[in-house]
């Protein structure tokens, strides 16, 4: 027993509606984690530390991470760097428009406390994107 053309159909339909009424499901582990770890739009107020609230909130104090950098961008802007805002490089994508970002740097030992050096401006964003097109890693060794 199969499906005929018209239960293909709807069941299309059904799976286009699911994602896009809940997108995280499509997206994958991937695309989340680059969320969890990349973006924060608007800028969160964090006060003076943002650096250290920010990694501390978002799981990457413990082991201290490095270098990060956060996207005060729109989620779908970031996205479209693996489309049409983006173009080859590398193997990977670079946004044709810089982005405003805020680049965390670790300032002393990666044990203990972390402590970090926040720098705020804007850079092209280097991407890898999934087969799907949507970005699951941030390049931080190409500033531009």
């Known amino acids: 027993m199969g499906l005929s053309q018209d239960g293909l159909s709807l069941l299309s339909l059904l799976v286009l509606a699911w994602c896009l009424a809940l997108p995280a499901h499509c997206q994958g582990p991937r695309y989340e984690t680059f969320l969890r770890q990349h973006h924060d ?16 909130r978002r799981g990457m104090a413990r082991p201290c991470k490095h270098t990060n950098t956060f ?10 760097v693996c489309g049409s805002g983006g173009i080859e490089y590398w193997g990977m994508r670079r946004s044709r428009a810089q982005f405003p970002v805020t680049t965390c740097s670790l300032k002393g030992p990666p ?7 926040g720098h705020t401006n ?4 280097v991407v890898t994107c999934d087969p799907a097109g949507w970005p699951v890693h941030f390049d931080e060794s190409h500033i531009m």
């Open 71 to 80: 996207i005060h961008a729109p989620k779908a802007q970031i996205q479209a």
């Open 122 to 125: 804007h850079r092209f964003l």
């Open 111 to 117: 044990w203990g406390r972390c402590s970090y050096l």
């Open 41 to 56: 739009h608007p800028r969160t107020n964090a006060g003076r530390d943002y650096c250290g609230a920010m990694m501390q």
